[in-house]
């Protein structure tokens, strides 16, 4: 017990950790009640099936867009100058989804929302950086477990709130508040974060701007494959889930609430234990058993039937998130303590923000139509297909995990 305490006052001891912790549980109060409601929001507003994938291939390929440039930024300018930056843009998210009156409009707020996701590069270095390096793995799980349960509860008020309200209303009170909280955010990461990138490592020649893929690691060059393959796989039915479980298994959004917190609750908790885990045995396993879990998961969700079925198979699939790292931030496979601890196992500090806009973009060039073809098949076949298709896909990603990933620390 008294080593665990000492680990976690190490952890919490640092401001940037402290500071980043504080504006994502501002963030979670505000965000995580309209976000995982957002598919059923668009198709309030007009959009079909397949327009509401290929509004999520607009917001992938605006992510696309800014993921390298924001790496860059960071590595050149600062993390906390990007971070503060592309900040503003999560006020004028919710301004803009507050403001459409039909689907094409939420093009603005989707593109507003992806540019707000540029400085995930710059966040994911700045939390390694300010982590030690002793006890990375386990730092990265105990900070999501810090700023991920708040989310999860959320997501339950939310669809209380929706439910009571009603669609419509109930988004325009909560995106109202949405802009309140992002000007707190603003505020908050201004004035609190310090910079973790020494001079010595800052990017300045016009040469060290030029990133050629092959001459990468080969463990790099397989984790940009998984993590692209993933993100396909799971783009694919991403956007639906939600309506799938309204609309054919039959939840409210109170229901679906519950279900994404407990499951949230229970993967942000094993997120933890997944990173004390992958100091111990290792990055590569974690990884390959989330790789593992999560497609195996999308086959159950389909015959799913009812509330409990649904919540198990979702708890099932939370496994699979806590112990590796799955979709854990902002749609990117690079959250999980797992896999954030290998990169920085890897990188150097001089190449951090570079490396994760490069893998980040990676996963988006990847993924991109996948949202659209997930609509495609529900609209022109049946909801079943679409998971169907996107579990085949989910399965290839271990394959390559197992075969080409090598540590750069044996365990």
Same mark, same amino acid.
């Given at each position: 017990?008294?080593?665990?305490?000492?680990?976690?006052?190490?952890?919490?001891?640092?401001?940037?950790?402290?500071?980043?912790?504080?504006?994502?549980?501002?963030?979670?109060?505000?965000?995580?009640?309209?976000?995982?409601?957002?598919?059923?929001?668009?198709?309030?507003?007009?959009?079909?099936?397949?327009?509401?994938?290929?509004?999520?291939?607009?917001q992938a390929g605006s992510v696309l867009v800014c993921q390298i440039p924001g790496g860059l930024l960071a590595d050149r300018?600062?993390?906390?100058?990007?971070?503060?930056?592309?900040?503003v843009f999560e006020i004028l998210t919710p301004l803009l989804y507050?403001?459409?009156?039909?689907?094409?409009?939420?093009?603005?707020?989707?593109?507003?929302?992806?540019?707000?996701?540029?400085?995930?590069?710059?966040?994911?270095?700045?939390?390694?950086?300010?982590?030690?390096?002793?006890?990375?793995?386990?730092?990265?799980?105990?900070?999501?477990?810090?700023?991920?349960?708040?989310?999860?509860?959320?997501?339950?008020?939310?669809?209380?709130?929706?439910?009571?309200?009603?669609?419509?209303?109930?988004?325009?009170?909560?995106?109202?508040?949405?802009?309140?909280?992002?000007?707190?955010?603003?505020?908050?990461?201004?004035?609190?974060?310090?910079?973790?990138?020494?001079?010595?490592?800052?990017?300045?020649?016009?040469?060290?701007?030029?990133?050629?893929?092959?001459?990468?690691?080969?463990?790099?060059?397989?984790?940009?494959?998984?993590?692209?393959?993933?993100?396909?796989?799971?783009?694919?039915?991403?956007?639906?889930?939600?309506?799938?479980?309204?609309?054919?298994?039959?939840?409210?959004?109170?229901?679906?609430?519950?279900?994404?917190?407990?499951?949230?609750?229970?993967?942000?908790?094993?997120?933890?234990?997944?990173?004390?885990?992958?100091?111990?045995?290792?990055?590569?396993?974690?990884?390959?058993?989330?790789?593992?879990?999560?497609?195996?998961?999308?086959?159950?969700?389909?015959?799913?039937?009812?509330?409990?079925?649904?919540?198990?198979?979702?708890?099932? *699939?939370?496994? =699979? +998130?806590?112990? /590796?790292?799955?979709?854990?931030?902002?749609? &990117? @496979?690079?959250?999980?303590?797992? #896999?954030?601890?290998?990169?920085?196992?890897?990188?150097?500090? *001089?190449?951090? =923000? +570079?490396?994760? /806009?490069?893998?980040?973009?990676?996963?988006? &060039? @990847?993924?991109?139509?996948?949202? #659209?073809?997930?609509?495609?098949?529900?609209?022109?076949?049946?909801?079943?297909?679409?998971?169907?298709?996107?579990?085949?896909?989910?399965?290839?990603?271990? @394959?390559?995990?197992?075969?080409?990933?090598?540590?750069?620390?044996?365990?």
């Amino acid at each position: 017990m008294g080593s665990s305490l000492y680990t976690l006052r190490r952890i919490l001891s640092d401001r940037n950790i402290l500071v980043l912790t504080l504006s994502e549980f501002i963030s979670a109060l505000s965000f995580r009640l309209w976000m995982p409601y957002w598919s059923l929001y668009a198709l309030d507003l007009g959009a079909s099936k397949e327009v509401l994938g290929l509004l999520s291939v607009v917001q992938a390929g605006s992510v696309l867009v800014c993921q390298i440039p924001g790496g860059l930024l960071a590595d050149r300018l600062g993390r906390k100058k990007v971070i503060v930056f592309f900040t503003v843009f999560e006020i004028l998210t919710p301004l803009l989804y507050m403001l459409a009156r039909s689907w094409p409009h939420l093009v603005f707020g989707a593109i507003s929302q992806s540019m707000s996701w540029a400085c995930m590069p710059a966040l994911n270095a700045i939390v390694v950086e300010s982590l030690p390096e002793d006890i990375r793995g386990t730092g990265i799980g105990i900070y999501r477990l810090v700023t991920w349960l708040p989310r999860m509860v959320m997501e339950f008020v939310g669809g209380v709130v929706l439910d009571y309200l009603g669609l419509a209303r109930g988004f325009s009170i909560i995106l109202t508040w949405s802009i309140v909280a992002s000007i707190l955010i603003l505020a908050v990461r201004a004035w609190g974060l310090y910079e973790t990138l020494g001079e010595g490592d800052r990017c300045r020649g016009g040469h060290r701007l030029k990133l050629n893929i092959f001459d990468m690691p080969q463990s790099m060059l397989a984790l940009i494959a998984i993590g692209g393959i993933s993100s396909f796989a799971a783009r694919m039915a991403m956007p639906f889930v939600v309506v799938y479980a309204v609309e054919v298994i039959g939840l409210t959004k109170s229901e679906w609430g519950l279900v994404s917190m407990v499951s949230g609750i229970l993967s942000v908790t094993l997120s933890s234990v997944g990173g004390a885990l992958s100091d111990r045995i290792g990055r590569k396993p974690c990884l390959l058993a989330s790789r593992l879990i999560e497609p195996a998961s999308r086959l159950g969700f389909i015959h799913a039937n009812n509330f409990l079925q649904a919540l198990a198979v979702q708890s099932f *699939s939370a496994i =699979g +998130r806590g112990v /590796g790292g799955g979709l854990i931030m902002k749609g &990117l @496979l690079m959250g999980g303590p797992a #896999w954030q601890a290998l990169v920085a196992d890897i990188v150097p500090p *001089s190449d951090r =923000g +570079r490396i994760m /806009g490069v893998m980040g973009s990676a996963q988006i &060039l @990847l993924g991109l139509p996948s949202s #659209w073809v997930g609509g495609y098949l529900w609209d022109n076949y049946a909801p079943e297909v679409t998971f169907y298709a996107s579990t085949v896909m989910g399965f290839i990603a271990p @394959l390559i995990l197992y075969a080409f990933i090598k540590e750069s620390k044996e365990k």
